[in-house]
């Protein structure tokens, strides 16, 4: 399947103009680059006519989210088209090791908001060292080696449904207050949403960052496991699920989403925690094997600069909020991002089979509701 995926593409590009391969042949790995399993593509032409082989960027982070970071640098380059490959970061972080270890070519960047999967290959020798300033650059400047390198972050936020539903007292503004409304629920009012972490990278890394608050963590399951608890996949179809009211609660939706809800005139509520919020850090990676490392490294200083700042702050801000107040809250949750070796605790096996087997026991997978991905959006990962 990777090798008629990566042919697929390969002739998509031809058909475009833009062949990507090398004097190398075609031999697997070694002529074009190998997708991951599942991975769907988007391909953004260049904005002028040329001959420039496009950028290769693979990625976990949904293709939507990436598009105005890409449409914004391709006025810089217009010349430069990009074909962005996305996929689960499941299936991301083993094709990315075994092209490294294969000697394969490799993306020409790599985006995910698994920072984690970045700094184990990285600790692997699978990096480019990108010049000082793109660290510099990052937001508080979360970098490390300048091989990982964070651009954005993405925080939990709770999501309440506006419609259809009387809520049990005041919406909880933290996750204690959250621990006691979800106790009031009754069981007409009580379809909550949240991620199956066995599934979902994304749903795994903010349960990792929940766990680390010791003091509730174990509460907060047991007040999730009294409920009508359904498990999702995705954000985008969690905020979707409460737009519907399929659930009238769910819990750590991708803040950026459920703004961008907000903005497309969906019913719900979003409040975001305000005694600590779970969050990701989007980050980037040029590997050893990319074909066009100097336009990955134009791309990389792109995404730090202050003109791809503005559209992660437009991401984090409030629907409504004035200009200064939503820069200011913005910049707060960019001031967060973080990248260091710590991140690899979440690769431990063993922690992240505690981590499952803890989550399992209280939130009853087995008899939980799993909800696929939204048919219209393709492979979603966030």
Same mark, same amino acid.
């Given at each position: 399947?990777?090798?008629?995926?990566?042919?697929?593409?390969?002739?998509?590009?031809?058909?475009?103009?833009?062949?990507y391969?090398?004097?190398?042949?075609?031999?697997?790995?070694k002529?074009?680059?190998?997708?991951?399993?599942?991975?769907?593509?988007?391909?953004?032409?260049?904005?002028?006519a040329?001959?420039?082989?496009?950028?290769?960027?693979?990625?976990?982070? @949904?293709?939507?989210?990436?598009?105005?970071?890409?449409?914004?640098?391709?006025?810089?380059?217009?010349?430069? =088209?990009? &074909?962005?490959?996305? +996929?689960?970061?499941?299936?991301?972080?083993?094709? /990315?090791l075994?092209?490294?270890?294969?000697?394969?070519?490799?993306? @020409?960047?790599?985006?995910?908001?698994?920072?984690?999967?970045?700094?184990?290959l990285?600790?692997?020798?699978?990096?480019?060292?990108? =010049?000082?300033?793109?660290?510099?650059?990052?937001?508080?400047?979360?970098?490390w080696?300048?091989?990982?390198?964070?651009?954005?972050v993405?925080?939990?936020?709770?999501?309440?449904?506006?419609? @259809?539903?009387?809520p049990?007292?005041?919406?909880?503004?933290?996750?204690?207050?959250?621990?006691? %409304?979800?106790?009031?629920?009754?069981?007409?009012?009580?379809r909550?949403?949240?991620?199956d972490?066995?599934?979902?990278?994304?749903?795994?890394?903010?349960?990792?960052?929940?766990?680390?608050?010791?003091?509730?963590?174990?509460?907060?399951?047991?007040?999730?496991?009294?409920?009508?608890?359904?498990?999702?996949?995705?954000?985008?179809?969690?905020?979707?699920?409460?737009d519907?009211?399929?659930?009238?609660?769910?819990?750590n939706?991708?803040?950026?989403?459920?703004?961008?809800?907000?903005?497309?005139?969906?019913?719900?509520?979003?409040?975001?925690?305000?005694?600590?919020?779970?969050?990701?850090?989007?980050?980037?990676?040029?590997?050893?094997?990319?074909r066009?490392?100097?336009?990955?490294?134009?791309?990389?200083?792109?995404?730090?600069?202050?003109? &791809?700042?503005d559209? &992660?702050?437009?991401d984090? +801000?409030?629907?409504? &909020?004035?200009?200064?107040?939503?820069?200011?809250?913005?910049?707060?949750?960019? /001031?967060? /991002?973080?990248?260091? =070796?710590?991140?690899?605790?979440?690769?431990?096996?063993?922690?992240?089979q505690?981590?499952i087997?803890? %989550?399992?026991?209280?939130?009853? =997978?087995?008899?939980?509701?799993?909800?696929?991905?939204?048919?219209?959006?393709?492979?979603?990962?966030?």
């Open positions: 399947m990777k090798r008629i995926l990566a042919i697929l593409i390969l002739a998509a590009l031809v058909v475009a103009g833009l062949v391969m090398t004097t190398r042949g075609p031999a697997r790995g002529g074009y680059f190998v997708p991951p399993e599942g991975a769907t593509v988007t391909f953004f032409p260049a904005q002028k040329g001959s420039a082989a496009p950028i290769i960027v693979s990625g976990s982070i @949904d293709a939507g989210f990436m598009r105005p970071f890409l449409l914004a640098f391709q006025q810089h380059y217009p010349m430069l =088209p990009v &074909a962005y490959i996305q +996929s689960r970061s499941g299936a991301f972080l083993p094709r /990315a075994e092209a490294c270890r294969g000697g394969e070519l490799a993306a @020409d960047l790599y985006l995910t908001t698994s920072t984690d999967h970045l700094v184990r990285a600790n692997e020798d699978c990096a480019q060292t990108l =010049p000082s300033s793109v660290g510099r650059a990052a937001p508080a400047q979360a970098a080696r300048d091989q990982v390198v964070a651009f954005t993405e925080p939990a936020a709770f999501v309440f449904a506006r419609r @259809d539903f009387r049990p007292g005041p919406l909880p503004s933290n996750h204690m207050a959250l621990l006691e %409304w979800l106790r009031r629920l009754d069981g007409q009012h009580d909550v949403g949240t991620y972490i066995e599934a979902s990278a994304d749903g795994y890394d903010f349960a990792a960052s929940d766990s680390r608050q010791t003091a509730i963590y174990g509460r907060l399951l047991e007040s999730l496991s009294r409920t009508d608890i359904r498990l999702y996949c995705c954000s985008n179809v969690m905020v979707d699920a409460v519907r009211g399929e659930v009238l609660f769910a819990y939706v991708q803040l950026s989403y459920a703004y961008a809800s907000q903005r497309a005139g969906s019913r719900i509520v979003v409040v975001v925690p305000d005694d600590y919020q779970a969050l990701q850090t989007l980050s980037l990676m040029v590997p050893r094997g990319a066009a490392p100097n336009e990955a490294v134009r791309l990389a200083t792109f995404l730090v600069s202050d003109e &791809a700042r559209i &992660a702050r437009k984090l +801000s409030p629907p409504g &909020a004035s200009a200064a107040v939503a820069a200011a809250y913005a910049d707060q949750l960019l /001031a967060q /991002a973080t990248v260091s =070796p710590v991140l690899l605790s979440l690769q431990d096996r063993s922690r992240r505690h981590l087997g803890e %989550w399992r026991a209280a939130v009853h =997978p087995a008899s939980a509701r799993t909800r696929p991905a939204h048919p219209a959006q393709g492979a979603p990962t966030r």
